[in-house]
């Protein structure tokens, strides 16, 4: 499954795909029965707004507690930067680097030089290139 292209002040992915395959007779086909809303409260509060502590994707201006994952990598967690989340922030997303490829002769895009923590934020942590996070320590 890959990340929705939603907005990134989305607060809620609710997948469809279950309703299209009810609505199909049952019928599952593999990346046709793929859907997604994107939704947004209408009133506040707005967990996918930055620093809010949730939503659906982590974009610069959330911050994140690092933990480990079960492969021994490190990800970002996010929690909200006022410190009332379940853990206190550790880091700052200040860039969000979504070059996926990089092609042969091309400089790809980097966090800055001195970046406290780089992390990935692929839903398959074994990818090697982005999109990931580049994120400072507060």
Same mark, same amino acid.
């Given at each position: 499954m890959q990340r929705p292209a939603c907005k990134d002040d989305t607060d809620f992915v609710l997948d469809l795909g279950p309703?299209?395959?009810?609505?199909?007779?049952?019928?599952?086909?593999?990346? =046709?029965? #793929?859907?997604? *809303?994107?939704?947004?409260? =209408?009133?506040a509060p707005h967990p996918g707004d930055p620093g809010q502590g949730g939503g659906p994707m982590i974009g610069v201006g959330d911050c994140?507690?690092?933990a480990t994952g079960t492969d021994g990598r490190a990800f970002g967690r996010e929690t909200k930067c006022d410190g009332t989340g379940s853990s206190e922030p550790e880091y700052k997303v200040v860039k969000v680097v979504t070059t996926v490829l990089v092609a042969?002769?091309?400089?790809?895009?980097?966090? *800055?030089?001195?970046?406290?923590? #780089?992390? =990935?934020?692929?839903?398959?942590?074994?990818?090697?290139?982005g999109p990931f996070a580049c994120a400072d320590k507060l």
């Amino acid at each position: 499954m890959q990340r929705p292209a939603c907005k990134d002040d989305t607060d809620f992915v609710l997948d469809l795909g279950p309703n299209l395959v009810r609505a199909s007779g049952g019928i599952a086909r593999p990346g =046709l029965n #793929e859907a997604y *809303a994107c939704l947004r409260n =209408l009133n506040a509060p707005h967990p996918g707004d930055p620093g809010q502590g949730g939503g659906p994707m982590i974009g610069v201006g959330d911050c994140v507690v690092k933990a480990t994952g079960t492969d021994g990598r490190a990800f970002g967690r996010e929690t909200k930067c006022d410190g009332t989340g379940s853990s206190e922030p550790e880091y700052k997303v200040v860039k969000v680097v979504t070059t996926v490829l990089v092609a042969r002769g091309a400089t790809p895009d980097k966090c *800055a030089p001195g970046t406290a923590f #780089e992390f =990935l934020l692929h839903a398959d942590y074994r990818a090697t290139f982005g999109p990931f996070a580049c994120a400072d320590k507060l």
